[in-house]
């Protein structure tokens, strides 16, 4: 296990083998929490805000329109399929950037 030292206001370099292995790249945002006697270090993603909510309300605007005129069975499968392809969208996108 490689040793690193920490310098100038609490900076510590994290050694290019563990980098590479989590897909860490300059610029990249970490979230870092005491576990234990140590700390746990993991990789994260922000999202455009914004992007997502306008992105949310045309999902659901598509939902109301293919089910106008539906049942409430018939509204609560389409918005399971739709949560189930999102689901799906997001695993792809994961395993991707994470074979990236």
Do not use: C, H, W, Y
């Amino acid at each position: 296990m490689p040793l690193v030292k920490v310098i100038r206001n609490g900076q510590i370099t994290i050694p290019k083998g563990l980098r590479s292995s989590l897909k860490i790249k300059d610029g990249d945002l970490l979230e870092i929490e005491r576990s234990g006697f140590g700390l746990s270090v993991k990789p994260k993603v922000l999202l455009d805000k914004d992007g997502i909510v306008e992105k949310f309300f045309d999902e659901v605007a598509q939902i109301r329109k293919n089910t106008k005129g539906a049942t409430q069975k018939e509204v609560d499968v389409a918005i399971n399929e739709a949560v189930q392809a999102a689901k799906a969208v997001t695993a792809k996108n994961r395993k991707i950037k994470a074979n990236a």
